[in-house]
Structure formats: structure tokens, C-alpha cells
């Protein structure tokens, strides 16, 4: 990927993400089950956990430039260089920050960041350059904290790739060469950007609740390369630590450039740390090396280690981190090798870069901390994370690569992974039946076999169907389609699709209170902090009185951070149908007949006539017992008589 391209900058900093978490928990998206302590903090379901009046804000915190990298290889790190390094990043001014929400409470492993603009100005507010960072999601969850996140709560660390685009270039810009290389340079007046994020405050400690760390890399992009994930070579770690039950070292990017006689390798999100910002006391003499003889092995309880002898590689060059405990948020993790010898770069082309410690046990041997992957093979699906409605496709395009060459006519396998069991009530699942995943199998379609072109790539059509209310209480269902090459990493193992497919709705042109109002009640119910200091969405007549200001965030597009809702789950003729009531807002009660008549073809619309669901009809049953009536079934009142 072109972040990790010449010219480069490096930013270090923290980053604020206040998610709401009444919504991490499913259960708690039972209207009938749901209680007003799952709107307070505490531990454990029957609370609404860490954050419940989180507002999904996301923002960039005490974040600076700390070097740049430019194409001859020299590395910078004082403003006497250039008026860039030592600068503030920010985020949006004049408008809302970005937001940072989960898919579905069913895949909470897939943040994404959503409509996040990113701001360098110098200490006198002038614009250095700022754009718009394009919807990305969380990969790579790897292992980064050797104390388990003690303190913070949260050991593991993440990537977000993704492009800057709409870039305005500031006045101030001119009076840096870095950035006049970097704008001639780059193409389509788009940047890249890779973050990792680590180190986040579940926990009200060291005065940091609710923030993280965040180590970030901007550098060119070229036309034609992925947009969520690196265009490069992959080091996957393979030595097996008991205390992590894992590896560390698992997942770092790295390129190399033949015309520069140049390796650059990412560890900024793979680096063991010691702490929740990134202290490095790790004192293993760390060496990068080609090795000459294929590297297969993966790491276990039983065989942690695989060793080499010194005959078996070539040496690249030592890694310089021990002097400095602050290493990482100094350097980013990247760490460049220039001018190497052409049979360094010769063995480059066909054999895999490793990482090498001396070993203390196995005298004259070198221990395999992390290996590139088998054949120098990564495939990847880039828009990996969709959210379908009924009738849509998309398609999702797949890279595959070879020794960080494009790679044509590359077998790439799709599955559908096996539906998920129901959970009923018990002692580990005290508040309501929580429904399983991946089904009904005929949700989506696609054609499970693909094959990329001469140029490397292939596209894969998701198309979604319709589904009606599997999960009984919360919009949709969530798909994960495992993918992967004829050949596949145990390493590394497979990657999925993730898809959030909405259940099929039709826009109701004239609606009545009782028409949104489960929609309305589980929002107010999920994310309290709406309802105390804005508008209770739980109320007609609360709603009719803000409807104006309602209207404005339901209209907005899906990449407006004004958007509501926040989460993005809303399919558009649920969203729809709210605005239409809201530009009418009217209670009234519905004909029970048109209220039976639509809940049986919501349950199956091929057979208008057949009855709800098991599972539907003990939810519409509950929820009449907790409120008197449901939804439909509501008398009528004038409460917006006067409106």
C-alpha cells in the first residue's frame, strides 16, 4: 500500500471514542425484556456495561507529526527540516467529528470509522492540508499489551486503511517541501492512511476513560490499489507466547522496492508494548532476514519455536528500537533498510522475509519470530464489510498477490458459514433469547467460485433477499462468508465477509405512531443519551415537538456525520417511513385486520395468509404483556390535535 511509500509522514497521538454500549449487549435490543438499569454503567448484562451514555463520537486527541520519510531515504524528525514535523493533527472544524460504531451487536469486531476528517494546521491555525477519510473498519486485531491490558481494560490493537479524499492543500503547504513532493507525487489528490489504534480505557484509570492510543502513517496513493487494506507483502507472526496464548509480531505489512533497493516494514501495529501508550521495554536482539529455504512452520502449546541456522538466510539488517523506550510513538514502528545489495533484493523476489532473534537456548540458531506468508501469497477482499437491503447488490472487490506482484487467474473460494444456534435463557444468559446468525441460507446470493483477471482482481456480486425478522427483535441478520486461495496460511488462516442484511419492509406512505413506534422505543431504550438531553424517542409527542431537527438527521446520507441513526442499521424504507411520520406526525389506531394481515406476509409474504412465526409470535406476546398492547393495537388519542 502506498502508505508505507516514499514520501511519508508519521503521526502519534490519542484518539476519543465514546461508543455507546447499551448496544453491545444483545439482548438488551428486547423491547419486551428491557429494563431501565440496562441504561446505567456496570459490569454484566443486567447493566448497560462501561459507557451506556456514550454518543459514538470520534476524534483525534494530542496528536503531532513526528518524522517524515522521504523518497531518498532520509529520515527527518526536527521542524528545522521541515514546517510540517512537530504540527498538530486534528479533526473537523465547524462541523460535528467523525463517528466510530460497530456493524451489529452480532459483530462488534468491525468498528468503523465514519465520517472522520482529518485536519495538520500549524501552532498558529494555519492549514497545512486536510480531506476526508473514506468509511473504513477494523482489521487486524492482534495481541499488542504485555500486561493484558491491566490498567486500560483492552490488551488487543487494530488497523484502519483507507484513503484521504476531497484534499485541500492549505497556503501554509508551499512553505513545506515535504508536502510539495507529497502532492506531486501523489495521484488523484488522494492521500493513504493507516492507523492503529491500541491501548483503549474501557476502565475510568489514569485519567484516560474513553481514550486510546493511535499511531498513524499518511503517505501516496496510486490509482488502482485497494482501499481498505495494504497493497503489500505480509510478515505473520509464528512464535507462540503462554502468557499471551498467542503470538505477538501477528500481522505487519511490508513493501518492497526494488528500483530503491529499499525494505520498509510496518511492526507499528503488531509491537509488543508494555503499556497502554506504547512504552517499549522489550530487550530481544530483533533481526530482519530472507530466507533461503521455505518457511511453513505455525506455532503451538506443544512446538512454540521454529529455528534456523545462519547458513539458511541473508541477513537485511538489525532492528534499532532498544535505545529509546518511546521508540513506537516516536518512529511509527516503520523502519526502512535502503541501499541494500542487489542479492538482498535478488532473493526478495522469490523467497520470504522473516524475523529473527539469536537464541539463548539453541546455541548458533536463530528463533522464526515471524515469517512472510507461504509462497509469498495474500488475497484480500477490500469493501469486506457491507450493509445490504432487500434487492440490492454490490460487489466486492478481491486483490490477489504473489511476492507483492499482482497475481492473475487466482482461485478464490466464498462460503456461507454454517447458521449459529439460538441461546435460550439461563443462568449465562439471564434477560432473553439471543438468536443465532447466518440464516435463513437463502438471505444472500453470490457465486461462491471466482477467479482474477490478468490484472489480479476479481469482484464477487452480493445480492441481498428478503428475510424476515430471523432474529425476531433485531433488524436483519448477520452473514460472515469465510473466502479463501486454493492455498491457505494456517498462519494467518481465512478472512470473511461480513454482511448486515436488512429484513424486508415496506415503506408505509401515511404512518401512525403505532407504525415506527418499536422502531422508536428500542432506539430511545439503546442509546439513553438521546433521550435525556436531546428528545426522548420513546414520545409521540416529544418527537413532534423537535420534528423539525428530526427530519434534518434522518435525511441525511449515510456518509453525513449528521446521519441518523448513528449505527447505520436502518434499512431505507424503515427510514423512510420515519420521516414520513414525522412530516406527519398522527397516532390512531390501525384496523386490526390491515395490522394481521401485514405481521403474516412480514412472516412470510409469499403466503399472505400463514400466521407469525414461533419465534415472532412469543415476541409480539411478551411485548403485549410488558405494555397492555402492541404495536397496531393502540387506542386513539388527539394528542396532535393542536400541532
Not at 448496544?23 to 448484562?45: K, L, S, V
Request: aromatic share 10%; net charge negative.
Amino acid at each position: 500500500m502506498s502508505y508505507l511509500h516514499a514520501p511519508r509522514l508519521v503521526f502519534t497521538g490519542d484518539f476519543l471514542s465514546d461508543v455507546s454500549t447499551v448496544n453491545n449487549d444483545t439482548a438488551h435490543y428486547n423491547n419486551a425484556t428491557f429494563q431501565p438499569n440496562f441504561q446505567e454503567p456496570g459490569q454484566g448484562a443486567t447493566n448497560g456495561w462501561w459507557n451506556p451514555e456514550g454518543g459514538a463520537v470520534f476524534d483525534f486527541q494530542n496528536c503531532s507529526v513526528k518524522q517524515i520519510f522521504l523518497p531518498d531515504g532520509t529520515t527527518q524528525t526536527s521542524q528545522y527540516d521541515d514546517i510540517i514535523i512537530g504540527q498538530a493533527v486534528v479533526g473537523a472544524e465547524g462541523r460535528p467529528t467523525g463517528k466510530m460504531v460497530d456493524l451489529d451487536p452480532d459483530a462488534q469486531m468491525y468498528s468503523a470509522l465514519w465520517c472522520v476528517q482529518l485536519r495538520i494546521c500549524t501552532t498558529n491555525g494555519d492549514l497545512l492540508f486536510k480531506g476526508d477519510i473514506t468509511t473504513t473498519s477494523f482489521r487486524d486485531l492482534q495481541m499488542r499489551q504485555l500486561d493484558g491490558g491491566k490498567s486500560n481494560g483492552q490488551p488487543l490493537g487494530a488497523s484502519w486503511t483507507s484513503v484521504i479524499t476531497n484534499v485541500e492543500w492549505g497556503k501554509a503547504a508551499e512553505n513545506s517541501t515535504f508536502l510539495k513532493t507529497l502532492r506531486s507525487t501523489t495521484q488523484n489528490n488522494t492521500l493513504a492512511i493507516n492507523m492503529n489504534p491500541f491501548g483503549y480505557y474501557y476502565s475510568h484509570n489514569d485519567g484516560r476513560f474513553s481514550l486510546g492510543r493511535i499511531i498513524g502513517s499518511i503517505g501516496p496513493y496510486f490509482e488502482g490499489e485497494p482501499l481498505t487494506f495494504a497493497a503489500a507483502r505480509r510478515l505473520y507472526g509464528i512464535n507462540y507466547t503462554p502468557s499471551a496464548r498467542g503470538t505477538y509480531f501477528s500481522i505487519s505489512n511490508f513493501l518492497v522496492e526494488p528500483g530503491a533497493r529499499r525494505v520498509s516494514v510496518d511492526f507499528g501495529a503488531s509491537f509488543p508494548v508494555s503499556d497502554s501508550i506504547g512504552t517499549i521495554n522489550y530487550k530481544q536482539d530483533l533481526r530482519l532476514a530472507v530466507s533461503k529455504v521455505p518457511q511453513t512452520f505455525v506455532a503451538s502449546r506443544q512446538t512454540p519455536t521454529s529455528y534456523v541456522s545462519p547458513d539458511d538466510f541473508i541477513e537485511v539488517g538489525p532492528l534499532d528500537y532498544q535505545s529509546d523506550p518511546n521508540w513506537l510513538n516516536q518512529t511509527g514502528g516503520i523502519v526502512s533498510f535502503n541501499n541494500l545489495p542487489d542479492a538482498t533484493i535478488s532473493a526478495l523476489s522469490n523467497n520470504q522475509l522473516i524475523l529473527v532473534s539469536p537464541s539463548a537456548s539453541q546455541p548458533g540458531q536463530y528463533a522464526v519470530i515471524a515469517r512472510e506468508a507461504i509462497d509469498g501469497l495474500v488475497a484480500r477482499a477490500d469493501n469486506f464489510i457491507q450493509r445490504l437491503d432487500y434487492g440490492q447488490s454490490v460487489d466486492v472487490d478481491f486483490y490477489a498477490y504473489q511476492w507483492g506482484n499482482l497475481l492473475p487467474s487466482a482461485s478464490i473460494t466464498a462460503t456461507l458459514d454454517p447458521a449459529t444456534p439460538d441461546t435460550p435463557v439461563g443462568p449465562q444468559n439471564p434477560i432473553s433469547e439471543l438468536y443465532g446468525n447466518n440464516f435463513p441460507a437463502d438471505g444472500l446470493s453470490f457465486n461462491g467460485q471466482i477467479s482474477t483477471n490478468p490484472q489480479g482482481k476479481a469482484q464477487l456480486r452480493l445480492s441481498g433477499n428478503s428475510i424476515y425478522s430471523p432474529r425476531v427483535y433485531i433488524d436483519g441478520q448477520i452473514y460472515f462468508i469465510t473466502y479463501q486461495t486454493a492455498t491457505v496460511d494456517p498462519a494467518f488462516g481465512t478472512e470473511q465477509l461480513v454482511v448486515h442484511l436488512r429484513d424486508y419492509f415496506e415503506e408505509i406512505a401515511n404512518p401512525v405512531w403505532d407504525d415506527i413506534s418499536e422502531m422508536m422505543v428500542q432506539y430511545s431504550n439503546l442509546y439513553p443519551i438521546m433521550s435525556k438531553y436531546v428528545v426522548n424517542l420513546a414520545d409521540p409527542l416529544a418527537l413532534a415537538e423537535k420534528k423539525n431537527i428530526l427530519i434534518f438527521a434522518f435525511s441525511r446520507g449515510m456518509n453525513d456525520t449528521m446521519h441518523m441513526p448513528v449505527t447505520r442499521d436502518l434499512s431505507d424504507t424503515k427510514r423512510k417511513t420515519i420521516l414520513n411520520w414525522l412530516n406527519n406526525p398522527q397516532t390512531g389506531q390501525r384496523s386490526v385486520l390491515k395490522t394481521e394481515a401485514r405481521e403474516a406476509k412480514t412472516a412470510n409474504p409469499a403466503a399472505p395468509g400463514t400466521v407469525l412465526t414461533d419465534k415472532q409470535a412469543r415476541y409480539r406476546e411478551a411485548v403485549k404483556a410488558k405494555n397492555g398492547s402492541f404495536p397496531g393495537f393502540a387506542a386513539t388519542d388527539d394528542l396532535f390535535e393542536n400541532l
